[in-house]
């Protein structure tokens, strides 16, 4: 009586968490612009300057700059990428002006140190004293001063250059800032009080560590700035991403349903339990597909319903086990036993070599072949807890209960049992 209470309270809460957040979890999943429409631009950069080298970080940054623009345009969560040593992916969903936003995008990052010199009162910093080219490559670094203040050092490459400017802005006191902009947006404005006759330049303020890298970080981008190249561009219209949407969601649902009703229509009680547990899979898949933020796209949903493959699967491979254990005259707790144990390791294995799969596509993979091996893997994962443990467990609770008593419950006849 307390195995089936057991078994009861299980399936309950289960259903009740299940049925209460459904709604919730669907409704957060992050449609990819397949989906949702958008476009796709793989971009190959190369450095403005002749002679440059296009570095890892400077790619990074590059990077970390363009989801900055797409961000200021007001599009929902860009997703940026750099690929080998020279290309950056954007993806931009659910964008109505395609044409502004790329514009944008593909503008070289411009850093200028900026004063007021001859600028009107309302004017601000208008005059642009140095720009990027006047720095050298990665020339920024960060020095601590004492054990909580931060300072960030640039070298130029003309001294006399920087000596002139520093001499004129000094002469501007109270308006004697050097402002550092990258864009049009403001990163610093420390003041200038005498000529600086050196090819360093130092700022100096409250820093923290973090600040104070992303300055220098900041600083060596606009220094060096990338000419961004179109080589790759999809586009796809909100209302096509829409329809693909729909239609694949109704083809895995009624796959889905199909599958079910097999499951339980041919392996009876596993059937239902197992069908049960599917579900229960598929509501922990979208919750850690939430969790990891992720983004849902086509090859993502073809993963997600692989993984149910898979799933039912390890529920089928467990079931005819116990139903051979009890054609060969063993009783229905001990064909339960025994079927559960033999069938584990092949289980296993399956998992294992798709997991091995999975991997190679995720570390060789870019773009949606890796959001592809993500998803499987992390169904892999699900559906070894829910598909082995969990509905072992509750297979276990239901027979160990007494109420099944038939053998016939299992899918399997009378006669097909063997005597020993």
């Given at each position: 009586m307390n195995r089936l209470l057991a078994f009861i309270l299980i399936v309950v809460l289960s259903a009740g968490v299940v049925a209460g957040t459904s709604s919730w979890i669907f409704n957060d999943v992050k449609l990819g612009l397949d989906l949702k429409g958008g476009f796709e631009i793989l971009y190959e950069a190369q450095p403005i300057e002749p002679g440059?080298?296009?570095?890892?970080?400077?790619?990074?940054?590059?990077?970390?700059?363009?989801?900055?623009?797409?961000?200021?345009?007001?599009?929902?969560?860009?997703?940026?990428?750099?690929?080998?040593?020279?290309?950056i992916r954007v993806k931009i969903a659910g964008v109505t002006d395609e044409t502004k936003v790329r514009d944008i995008l593909?503008?070289?990052?411009?850093?200028?140190?900026?004063?007021?010199?001859?600028?009107?009162?309302d004017k601000g910093y208008c005059k642009v004293e140095l720009r990027g080219s006047d720095f050298k490559q990665n020339g920024a670094s960060v020095n601590q001063t004492n054990l909580n203040a931060y300072e960030i050092a640039i070298k130029l490459k003309s001294a006399k250059q920087f000596a002139e400017v520093t001499r004129e802005i000094a002469k501007l006191s109270p308006n004697n800032q050097l402002a550092i902009y990258l864009d049009e947006t403001q990163l610093s404005a420390p003041n200038v009080s005498s000529e600086i006759n050196s090819n360093e330049a130092v700022i100096t303020g409250n820093f923290t560590r973090d600040e104070a890298t992303d300055l220098k970080n900041t600083i060596n981008l606009g220094a060096l700035p990338l000419k961004l190249t179109e080589k790759y561009t999809q586009s796809v219209?909100?209302?096509?991403?829409?329809?693909?949407?729909?239609?694949?969601?109704?083809?895995?649902?009624?796959?889905?349903?199909?599958?079910?009703?097999?499951?339980?229509?041919?392996?009876?009680?596993?059937?239902?339990?197992?069908?049960?547990c599917i579900?229960?899979?598929?509501?922990?898949?979208?919750?850690?597909?939430?969790?990891?933020?992720?983004?849902?796209?086509?090859?993502?949903?073809?993963?997600?319903?692989?993984?149910?493959g898979m799933a039912v699967d390890a529920n089928i491979i467990m079931a005819e086990r116990i139903k051979e254990e009890m054609r060969s005259g063993k009783s229905i707790l001990?064909?339960?036993?025994a079927g559960s144990k033999h069938s584990f390791r092949t289980i296993i294995d399956a998992h294992v070599t798709t997991t091995i799969?999975?991997?190679?596509?995720?570390?060789?993979?870019?773009?949606?072949?890796?959001?592809?091996?993500?998803?499987?893997?992390?169904?892999?994962?699900?559906?070894?807890?829910?598909?082995?443990?969990?509905?072992?467990?509750?297979?276990?609770?239901?027979?160990?209960?007494?109420?099944v008593k038939k053998k016939s419950y299992f899918g399997v006849k009378e006669s097909e049992v063997r005597a020993l």
């Open positions: 440059g080298t296009v570095t890892k970080d400077s790619l990074v940054e590059t990077a970390k700059s363009l989801e900055a623009r797409a961000n200021a345009t007001g599009v929902t969560e860009p997703e940026v990428t750099t690929e080998g040593s020279n290309r593909k503008k070289p990052a411009e850093l200028t140190f900026r004063s007021a010199r001859g600028c009107a009162a219209g909100a209302t096509l991403g829409k329809l693909s949407l729909q239609e694949t969601v109704w083809a895995g649902v009624i796959g889905t349903i199909l599958i079910l009703l097999f499951m339980m229509a041919f392996y009876r009680l596993p059937g239902i339990i197992a069908s049960f579900i229960v899979y598929i509501w922990l898949l979208l919750l850690g597909f939430n969790l990891i933020d992720a983004t849902l796209t086509l090859p993502g949903i073809a993963a997600f319903i692989l993984g149910i001990s064909s339960q036993k799969a999975a991997l190679v596509l995720f570390f060789i993979g870019v773009g949606s072949v890796k959001g592809f091996a993500v998803i499987l893997l992390l169904s892999i994962i699900i559906s070894v807890l829910t598909n082995v443990f969990f509905s072992r467990l509750l297979l276990t609770l239901i027979i160990r209960s007494g109420i």
